[in-house]
């Protein structure tokens, strides 16, 4: 894992960048190309998201939920 806690499968770190809201709120960013899919944890209670690679629906609804 990255020292950074962004983390790629099947890519090197370098180029796949986290989303700003993935930075924000999510750590022990994957990404795993062969699925097509991202997923982080949350920072606050450690859930893990995983979502359709491109996306950040998921993880916003999420942070907005525990927020709440």
Do not use: H, Q
């Amino acid at each position: 894992m990255a020292s950074d806690n962004n983390t790629d499968t099947n890519l090197s770190s370098k180029s796949v960048k986290p989303p700003e809201v993935v930075k924000f709120a999510f750590k022990e960013f994957i990404v795993d190309s062969k699925e097509n899919k991202w997923k982080a944890k949350c920072t606050t209670c450690n859930e893990s998201i995983t979502e359709t690679r491109g996306t950040t629906t998921g993880f916003a609804r999420y942070v907005f939920a525990i927020s709440s």
